[in-house]
């Protein structure tokens, strides 16, 4: 299938081409045509599958159908995201796709001056992106009204819970009309995500692409089983392995991505973090370097990461282990995108395992164990024991006895 088969005007597919893309991905296949024929969605789609464009294309082209009527009232078309980041990702995607048409579309977000932001709001853009923060302080201060909006998306809805947000939808639904379309992308589907979507969305139809618990296959994985206190060293080796650049590490703590950066500096790798205690504006000039090549790795923490969107990006290195397992599937869905190739590396020091335990349970495979390494431990064989039980708790135990399981993990090759 091509995108000139979705009943997409002349100027969208214009657009898309000058961009260099002809074929949609499997969520843009399913979603774009429900949209455009008027109905709730509630879709399971994981980062890098093409969500933006799924429900961006189809609203773009309503748009253009639509008539002018009035005086205008504010926006048809409310994009709500849970970071700065990926607020204004989505924002770089729809210019591209408005490009060749008069659709206008804006992006707010707080960590920077209102002033700007309220000066393009001016302007009458038909397409907002926004944060729920920034939103809502906007909406208190009148410089914005939501009685004209036709379409509401929620994107990464999962993430939004999980930051605290949902208040904040719920003021914000409320300025909004009951007479809408209203999308919900989500990347998991706890009975949280299921309840908001039964208050807010009338009768949607439901699309999952791929399961909430699957890893796209275009990605290698594997594990190297590392002392903690080695895991600078690895990083360093790995990276002057690479050669390429462009090496996404993810950090459990803003306090650790910072020190990784001092170390990696140290020996002349050039680095640079983003998270929470990073301004906006140098969040943004790091993640501009990091596009443009001319630092070699990125240290982020997972809020700071979402919504980082970087073409043909090659290697994500887990450099902390996260202790939910979902996050584990978000973080390395930063490469492997849109159908490239890519590969996430992870350390696991010892007290991590059980971490490692709650990932491969969840994706439903065992990660291949890297042996062969220049600081591979000595006691590798303990990483191989599987628990004897579900697991119950987010923390290693360190205690627990195990029993080795019959079949070991596979060395990656």
Request: charged letters at 25%; a positive charge; aromatic letters at 4%.
């Amino acid at each position: 299938m091509l995108f000139t088969s979705l009943n997409l005007s002349k100027p969208i597919i214009q657009a898309l081409e000058s961009a260099g893309y002809h074929t949609p991905t499997p969520i843009q296949e399913q979603a774009i045509p429900t949209i455009l024929a008027h109905h709730d969605v509630l879709a399971c789609a994981q980062t890098g599958t093409g969500k933006t464009a799924a429900f961006s294309l189809p609203i773009i082209e309503r748009l253009l159908a639509s008539k002018n009527e009035g005086a205008y009232q504010g926006p048809k078309a409310l994009i709500l995201a849970p970071t700065r980041e990926l607020a204004i990702q989505i924002g770089e995607n729809i210019a591209v796709y408005v490009s060749r048409t008069h659709i206008k579309q804006t992006v707010v977000f707080g960590g920077v001056s209102v002033v700007n932001q309220i000066a393009e709001l001016r302007k009458r853009p038909e397409i907002v992106v926004a944060t729920p923060g920034r939103l809502l302080d906007l909406l208190n201060q009148r410089a914005l009204s939501l009685k004209a909006v036709n379409f509401l998306v929620l994107d990464e809805a999962d993430r939004m819970l999980d930051m605290g947000f949902i208040k904040d939808i719920q003021r914000i639904i409320s300025n909004i009309p009951a007479e809408r379309q209203t999308l919900l992308f989500s990347a998991t589907m706890p009975k949280e995500i299921e309840s908001l979507a039964n208050a807010i969305l009338k009768n949607p139809r439901h699309i999952a692409v791929t399961p909430v618990s699957s890893t796209i296959d275009t990605i290698k994985q594997a594990v190297y089983p590392v002392a903690k206190a080695d895991k600078i060293d690895l990083l360093c080796h790995l990276v002057r392995q690479d050669g390429n650049g462009n090496v996404l590490v993810f950090s459990r703590t803003k306090h650790g991505a910072d020190k990784i950066v001092r170390k990696l500096r140290k020996v002349n790798i050039t680095a640079e973090a983003i998270h929470g205690n990073k301004s906006q504006q140098a969040r943004q000039k790091a993640l501009k370097a990091f596009k443009a090549g001319t630092i070699a790795v990125l240290v982020a923490t997972d809020i700071a990461a979402r919504g980082i969107d970087i073409d043909r990006l090659q290697l994500v290195i887990n450099y902390d282990l996260p202790n939910e397992p979902e996050t584990y599937v978000h973080r390395i869905g930063r490469t492997g995108r849109a159908g490239e190739s890519g590969t996430a590396l992870s350390f696991c020091d010892i007290e991590e395992r059980e971490y490692l335990w709650q990932i491969s349970k969840l994706i439903k495979q065992q990660l291949p164990l890297v042996e062969n390494h220049p600081f591979a431990p000595a006691n590798i064989a303990d990483y191989e024991h599987k628990p004897t039980q579900a697991v119950a708790t987010n923390k290693p135990n360190k205690n627990k006895k195990r029993r080795r399981p019959q079949q070991r993990f596979r060395t990656a090759v």
